[in-house]
């Protein structure tokens, strides 16, 4: 306990980076692909409108979505992500899930809303 | 040319359907089976009063009226999520040189906006048992959303639609496609350059294993430039349409040359095949 909360206050700082997997612990995320768990996390983004994260998001990042498309692979390659976090139990395509195992990108869900799950987030320190 | 009202009340749908759908396919052509190319000025994307957003003006009959005054030769009714008005254009357009395509704007599980077209009424009232199945059971809020209503042969009010029809179906753009194709109809991605509902917005990209042949373009955009910003969009065809809310919008923006009214002449004037063709109105920058 004590250690985790060193941990977190660390990681505030900006002195660890976490990762996927231990991410996946904390918040109890279902893991449906998840190929590289060993990425490291460096903050978020949120949106549903492909083009718009095309554009914003970043290396490292989180992705939280409803979007279950095929095309989120391709998009979370582009960019990147760490992660894509599907939130509210979205669906995702068999085909998307075919291709992130494919492509080595982690597809992660939660019955969190993205408001919600962002909420956690920044309570541990990814910002 | 009569008879269309005769076979639209026929009892029978599969005979229906082929005297329909030859009917229609040779009617106001009277060159038709002479196989030369000629020009017709189309817009495949007209709502009616039934499309919560479009204007109340929008009837079938004033539809008809200033397409014709506008110099169109085509047009297709594509309301949201429903077709409930296109038997009755196409009976009010039989006497006119005005060509109707039947067709629906469908909005995909992506809220994606996506054109479906095709040859024969019966086939699109098929699919339309698809689409009301696959929407949510909501009720429309006229306050809200505006009215849904459907007109007569008098091109008068006479009913109005309880469901919500401008929202997300359950299907996906790869479902849609795939039973509107296998129904014979054609599906053509709606105002792709637009900032919502529009494929390239909501997916980032087209699909790949979708082969669309073709797509619609705003009004004023000219594909070329369109290419510049998206070059994954190089080598596909273009189409341009007024997408009319307002009898005011409706203005032909694309010509085909094509042999006769059908899908498959439009299908061959995407690839120019033998002389066919389709020409943009190209708008200045």
């Known amino acids: ?127 | 040319m009569g008879f269309i009202l005769n076979e639209m009340q026929s009892s029978n749908p599969q005979m229906n359907a082929e005297k329909y759908s030859s009917n229609y396919k040779m009617r106001n052509t009277p060159c038709s089976s002479s196989n030369k190319l000629r020009t017709y000025k189309a817009d495949l994307h007209v709502h009616t009063v039934l499309s919560p957003c479009a204007d109340l003006l929008m009837t079938p009959g004033n539809i008809i009226k200033r397409a014709l005054a506008s110099g169109l030769d085509i047009i297709a009714i594509t309301d949201h999520n429903s077709a409930e008005n296109v038997e009755v254009t196409m009976e009010l357009a039989k006497d006119t040189p005005l060509h109707v395509i039947p067709g629906m704007e469908v909005e995909s599980s992506e809220e994606v906006h996506l054109l479906c077209l095709f040859n024969r009424v019966d086939d699109l009232l098929k699919w339309q048992e698809i689409v009301y199945n696959s929407l949510p059971d909501l009720k429309n809020d006229e306050d809200y959303f505006g009215y849904q209503l459907l007109t007569d042969l008098n091109d008068e009010y006479a009913a109005r639609v309880d469901r919500l029809l401008a929202v997300a179906t359950g299907m996906t753009v790869e479902e849609i496609v795939d039973k509107v194709t296998k129904m014979g109809g054609l599906v053509i991605p709606s105002h792709i350059d637009r900032p919502y509902n529009s494929i390239i917005t909501n997916l980032g990209f087209i699909p790949p294993k979708l082969k669309f042949p073709l797509l619609e373009v705003y009004k004023g955009t000219n594909p070329q430039d369109l290419i510049k910003r998206f070059p994954f969009l190089k080598g596909y065809s273009f189409i341009k349409d007024s997408d009319s809310h307002y009898l005011d919008d409706l203005e032909p923006m694309m010509e085909f040359r094509i042999k006769k009214v059908s899908l498959e002449e439009i299908l061959l004037a995407a690839r120019e095949k033998d002389g066919r063709g389709i020409i943009l109105k190209q708008v200045k920058r």
Do not use: C
């Open chain 1, 1 to 127: 306990m004590v250690r985790q909360i060193v941990l977190i206050k660390q990681l505030r700082k900006g002195m660890i980076v976490m990762k996927v997997r231990e991410l996946v612990e904390k918040l109890d995320l279902e893991v449906i692909v998840g190929k590289s768990l060993d990425k490291e996390i460096t903050g978020g983004y949120i949106g549903d409108l492909l083009s718009n994260v095309m554009a914003k998001a970043r290396a490292g990042n989180l992705w939280l979505t409803i979007q279950g498309h095929q095309n989120v692979v391709a998009v979370a390659l582009l960019t990147e992500v760490s992660a894509v976090i599907i939130v509210e139990d979205f669906d995702i395509e068999e085909e998307a899930v075919k291709k992130a195992e494919e492509k080595s990108i982690n597809i992660l869900r939660t019955p969190l809303s993205a408001y919600e799950l962002a909420g956690k987030l920044f309570e541990l320190g990814i910002k």
